[in-house]
């Protein structure tokens, strides 16, 4: 039990900022390293948010979190001084070193700053490199929606 109260308290020490997680469930295992929170789980890091069904915080050797991973009827609001998406997927990966979301499976997101959206089965935003790809599969399309001045 004191393993699993010092985990938590590690998880919300993170260095640049604080995560807060709310959820139903908290499963961990002793020697694992790594965190599952189910049921309406949510998770707060500054302006950011996501909301799944379910997520999964992995630790390193020092126990910070190095990725998260949400799974299930993602909903995601990424804000910062220069980025204000806002949108949901089925998997959303998250790498904060890196900076660097990726977007899996029905994919819709809305760029509230430059009024446009993007349609796919996979989007990667990797806020260090300031890089953003749209991918699709099958037949299915990526599709963009963007506003025309004078409109």
């Known amino acids: 039990m004191r393993y699993i109260i010092a985990t938590i308290l590690m998880l919300f020490s993170l260095n640049a900022s604080n995560l807060e997680i ?10 694992e390293k790594k965190a599952e929170f189910q049921g309406n789980v949510v998770a707060k890091e500054g ?10 915080i992995y630790l390193d050797k020092n126990n910070e979190a ?10 995601f609001e990424i804000k910062s001084s220069k ?19 990726t977007l899996i499976g029905n994919v819709a997101l809305h760029d509230n700053l430059n009024k ?5 089965n ?3 935003l990797d806020n260090k490199n300031k890089t953003s790809i749209a991918k699709s599969s099958g037949k299915k399309r990526v599709k963009f929606l963007f ?3 004078g409109k």
């Open 147 to 149: 506003k025309v001045k």
């Open 22 to 31: 709310t959820a139903k469930n908290f499963f961990h295992k002793d020697g």
């Open 116 to 120: 446009r959206d993007v349609y796919a």
């Open 47 to 56: 302006n950011n948010l996501i909301k799944s069904d379910k997520i999964i």
């Open 83 to 101: 980025k204000d998406v806002t949108g949901s997927c089925d998997k959303l990966i998250y790498l904060p070193t890196k900076d660097k979301y």
């Open 122 to 124: 996979m989007v990667i």
């Open 66 to 75: 190095y990725k998260y991973e949400a799974i299930g009827k993602v909903y």
